[in-house]
């Protein structure tokens, strides 16, 4: 009897067991982050599952028809993630990519861009004309103060004059360009950075590192004149602050869109790369987007 019931207490344990293991799955022990986040997906025999990222705050999804899955943004370092069921527990872990940068530097260089693609296109090439040839003004300016001060105190009232008309012709562009422009500080974690009828910008921001970039384009505006101009010009910026070429990146880009269009219900993503950037291309029925990583 003794012999029955320590038999009958090892298989249930071993059941026991067994019902532990299957209550918790996962598809993989180890993640690589694709776009802006890693997927963790897996089975649990349970309604929902909470899961809890190096530590930090926990949270919950759905289980739905035995299978569940969840968002984990990149970092600079790799994220231990534990997750839960009932009293079953899975650890996995989310490997680390590189940044893009830090942040504010990238937004303040975007930003300047854009602020400047407003300006009237006699301004742009005046400013582009006084950067070009800044130190030769200024040698010029130093040499003429040793031989006609009074020409040069003139010469430095035009400058200072022709400066103040650019601050303001900036300020106007300034506004006008306010809903194109990136936040100059961002919280960590996935939000959408820039959000108008012609493009949204999402970003993953983590630690002050910028990981990466979503530029998300509704179809139905690449239809149309102003949204094709929208989107050339947020993507050709978005592409040189990240120091890409973006003549080669929409060269490239012109062709995935040709082989998008052949086959209308394809989501495959494409990459393209340049100077270390990487621009992955997906399609939905409505959307365009672009990924922009390192």
Do not use: W
Not at 19 to 40: F, W
Not at 263 to 291: A, C, Q, V
């Amino acid at each position: 009897m003794k012999k029955f019931l320590l038999g009958a207490l090892g298989l249930l344990a071993l059941t026991l067991a067994g019902c532990s293991n299957n209550a918790l799955t996962t598809n993989k022990t180890s993640y690589r982050p694709t776009a802006l986040t890693a997927v963790i997906k897996g089975n649990a025999k349970s309604k929902t599952v909470s899961y809890q990222i190096a530590n930090g705050t926990k949270h919950s999804t759905k289980v739905n028809g035995g299978t569940y899955f969840f968002q984990v943004p990149a970092a600079t370092t790799d994220q231990k993630v534990k997750i839960t069921a009932g009293n079953a527990t899975k650890t996995v872990t989310v490997k680390k990519v590189k940044s893009l940068g830090n942040y504010k530097k990238v937004a303040a260089k975007y930003n300047q861009m854009v602020i400047g693609s407003y300006l009237p296109t006699k301004v742009q090439k005046q400013l582009q004309a006084a950067q070009k040839n800044q130190a030769a003004t200024k040698k010029k300016m130093a040499a003429l103060a040793k031989t006609n001060p009074a020409a040069a105190a003139a010469a430095m009232q035009q400058q200072q004059a022709a400066a103040k008309q650019l601050q303001a012709e900036m300020a106007t562009a300034k506004k006008q360009a306010k809903d194109d422009l990136l936040p100059t500080t961002a919280k960590a974690g996935l939000k959408n950075l820039i959000d108008t009828k012609d493009v949204t910008v999402r970003g993953n921001v983590q630690d002050g590192k910028l990981m990466g970039l979503a530029m998300i384009v509704p179809t139905k505006q690449m239809k149309t004149k102003s949204g094709q101009k929208k989107f050339g010009t947020t993507f050709a910026l978005l592409g040189t602050t990240l120091g890409a070429k973006p003549k080669i990146v929409i060269n490239k880009f012109e062709k995935v869109l040709k082989d998008a269009k052949k086959n209308s219900s394809s989501t495959t993503t494409k990459t393209i790369r340049s100077n270390g950037i990487r621009f992955n291309t997906g399609f939905s029925t409505d959307h365009l987007y672009i990924y922009m990583t390192k």
